[in-house]
């Protein structure tokens, strides 16, 4: 790539569920852009990340992990993993190394068949596999001629990354610079608290509850003190889902709250008041309204 004109573009990070996607995400922009979890099917829409270099900019292009659809919201975000390799320079197929591979890694491999799009495949959380396990794995990737790059990485430890931007840049055509210098996403203010909000649920509530929680931000402002105060609905599908989210005295709500404060107050740079009301939206990942609301929904 030439150093002296600018170079640009869009890469699509496609993969299953819990692949580490947007842990490789947040990794290669060096700023939290999309929330991360070890629940299935945190990422719920495409969200964009920069990565701004000497002469370079690439747009990372962040999706929910493919997975079997079983509501409206599952579809939506399946659909919005599939059309995010349309209109890419390139597309990054995330592979998770320490996992058997399943029906969601098949169905990507076959959606990418016939790609025209450069595909570099990231074989991720490689510092939990043994050698000859990723030489086995490597090589049976290998046979799929659309792949033009396989690269070992840990996008959690950080290991590879390099390699992975300088593949990326050998694609990138020459091109403006789509968003400024300073800013590392796409994502307004209002929708980032909501997701971490969002975040500080996945992990502190119990397994059966994640999938049923929405979030949605009624209100953020800030007051002439300076202070951010934000109000914020959390939705969840059952009456009995509502107590454990609350908890003993408020505890569960309270630490839920704790800790997505901390972490919107570090994003802002200001201090936050957040208050959270906990409200029963039976069956709302089917609900048209209520997903739009939230913002899920396609253009």
Known sequence: MSEKKFHSGFVAVIGRANSGKSTLVNSLVGEKVAIVSPKPQTTRTTIRGVVNGKNSQIVLVDTPGLHRPVSRLGSFMDQQAKGSVYGVNVVLLVIDASRDRNRADEVALDMLQD??????????????????????????????????????????????????????????????????????????????????????????????????????????????????????????????????????????????????????????????????????????????????DLGYHNE
């Open 115 to 292: 790609a025209e799009t450069p595909v570099i495949a990231v074989l991720n959380k490689t510092d939990l596999v043994k050698k000859q396990d990723l030489l086995t794995i490597m090589d049976e990737l290998s046979g799929n001629h659309f792949i033009t790059e396989i690269i070992p990485i840990s996008a959690l430890k950080g290991d590879g990354l390099d390699v992975v931007l300088t593949h990326i840049k050998q694609h990138m055509p020459e091109g403006p610079m789509y968003f400024p210098e300073d800013e590392y996403t796409d994502q307004p203010e209002k929708v980032i608290a909501a997701e971490m909000i969002r975040e500080s649920a996945l992990y502190l509530l119990h397994d059966e509850i994640p999938h049923g929680v929405g979030l949605d931000i009624r209100s953020m402002k800030y007051k002439p003190s300076g202070v951010c105060e934000i109000h914020a609905d959390l939705l969840c599908d059952k009456a009995s889902h509502k107590g454990i989210i609350i908890g003993k005295q408020g505890s569960m709500l309270k630490n839920i709250g704790t800790k997505a404060r901390m972490q919107i107050q570090r994003m802002l740079g200001a201090k936050v008041n957040l208050k959270i009301w906990v409200r029963v939206k039976p069956n709302w990942q089917n609900s048209v309204s209520i997903m739009k």
